[in-house]
């Protein structure tokens, strides 16, 4: 069993980009959702990342944040023909207005599309093969993290299960004390018939027991259960719903409220499993 709450963080030194920092957070989502926060120039390298954190993780919000901390992996372009372009321009409209001043330098270097950065896309696909390394360790934390929080969170969730199951069972038993006792009471078949129809909790019972060994089982499963959880959770609480509203025993409606909050926590907990 995994929880989707986790974080880890590692850090690799590429010559000549310098230190190379990856972060990856994983919190609650009732899908896989990526999301990648990488610096300029290593942009074309989100697909191959994405693929890595799909073959490790099923389940959660995955935020990935790469910072490069050391050497500029950008160089400056020059479009010498732009360039040329614009002085031969600009002499053009010095000779026609007859202007004396000579071109600036920082006129030219202003001027739209005569230097930008360019990202070296060669250089990137070469250091793929350390970057690679660096994500899966990195992933490998984050998946040893999640692990044990979801350790924890089994340990939780079988000490619920088995405190309902005892609440039940004592629920049960005086149950059926209390129709014993007062279908001994009532004198014709119909006040008997009435009394059942709107008391008995015998069916509820039953399928709570039933989710509730249903619930057990698949914490043993392997792989992403979380969702098949809160489902099952969510049928644990519509019958401990029907058997509150039925009760008609003080200390049966007691058991059943300390059910149902029980029930409620595991419900809470539920969303954070993978």
């Not at 693929?51 to 160089?75: D, Q």
């Not at 149950?175 to 909790?201: G, H, M, N, R, Y």
């Not at 098949?228 to 009760?247: C, H, P, V, W, Y």
């Given at each position: 069993?995994?929880?989707?709450?986790?974080?880890?963080?590692?850090?690799?030194?590429?010559?000549?980009?310098?230190?190379?920092?990856?972060?990856?957070?994983?919190?609650?989502?009732?899908?896989?959702?990526?999301?990648?926060?990488?610096?300029?120039?290593?942009?074309?390298?989100?697909?191959?990342?994405?693929?890595?954190?799909?073959?490790?993780?099923?389940?959660?919000?995955?935020?990935c944040?790469?910072?490069?901390?050391?050497?500029?992996?950008?160089?400056?372009?020059?479009?010498?023909?732009?360039?040329?372009?614009?002085?031969?321009?600009?002499?053009?409209?010095?000779?026609?207005?007859?202007?004396?001043?000579?071109?600036?330098?920082?006129?030219?270097?202003?001027?739209?599309?005569?230097?930008?950065?360019?990202?070296?896309?060669?250089?990137?696909?070469?250091?793929?093969?350390?970057?690679?390394?660096?994500?899966?360790?990195?992933?490998?934390?984050?998946?040893?993290?999640?692990?044990?929080?979801?350790?924890?969170?089994?340990?939780?969730?079988?000490?619920?299960?088995?405190a309902?199951?005892?609440?039940?069972?004592?629920?049960?038993?005086?149950?059926?004390?209390?129709?014993?006792?007062?279908?001994?009471?009532?004198?014709?078949p119909?006040?008997?018939?009435?009394?059942?129809?709107?008391?008995?909790?015998t069916?509820?019972?039953?399928?709570?027991?039933?989710?509730?060994?249903?619930?057990?089982?698949?914490?043993?499963?392997?792989?992403?259960?979380?969702?098949?959880?809160?489902?099952?959770?969510?049928?644990?609480?519509?019958e401990?719903?029907?058997?509150?509203?039925?009760?008609?025993?003080a200390?049966?409606?007691?058991?059943?409220?300390?059910?149902?909050?029980?029930?409620?926590?595991?419900?809470?907990?539920?969303?954070?499993?993978?």
């Amino acid at each position: 069993m995994n929880s989707m709450t986790g974080f880890a963080s590692k850090e690799i030194t590429i010559t000549p980009f310098g230190k190379i920092c990856l972060e990856i957070r994983s919190t609650n989502h009732k899908f896989l959702e990526a999301v990648f926060h990488l610096p300029v120039g290593f942009l074309s390298l989100e697909d191959k990342i994405k693929k890595e954190v799909e073959a490790k993780i099923k389940r959660g919000r995955i935020v990935c944040v790469m910072n490069v901390l050391g050497s500029p992996t950008n160089s400056i372009f020059i479009d010498k023909r732009l360039l040329k372009n614009y002085i031969s321009i600009l002499r053009n409209i010095r000779e026609l207005a007859h202007i004396q001043e000579g071109v600036r330098l920082d006129t030219l270097i202003n001027l739209p599309g005569v230097l930008s950065l360019t990202e070296d896309r060669h250089s990137k696909s070469k250091i793929w093969p350390r970057l690679k390394t660096l994500v899966r360790n990195t992933l490998v934390d984050l998946v040893s993290m999640r692990k044990k929080e979801g350790q924890a969170l089994y340990i939780y969730f079988k000490e619920s299960a088995q405190a309902l199951e005892t609440n039940l069972g004592i629920i049960k038993t005086k149950f059926k004390k209390l129709i014993q006792e007062k279908v001994a009471e009532l004198k014709t078949p119909e006040e008997c018939s009435s009394f059942l129809k709107d008391t008995d909790i015998t069916e509820e019972i039953e399928r709570l027991a039933f989710h509730i060994r249903s619930f057990q089982k698949k914490l043993s499963k392997s792989g992403p259960i979380g969702k098949e959880l809160d489902f099952i959770a969510q049928e644990m609480q519509r019958e401990a719903n029907t058997m509150g509203a039925k009760s008609c025993d003080a200390m049966v409606s007691s058991r059943v409220v300390q059910m149902k909050s029980q029930i409620e926590k595991i419900r809470e907990q539920v969303q954070n499993i993978e």
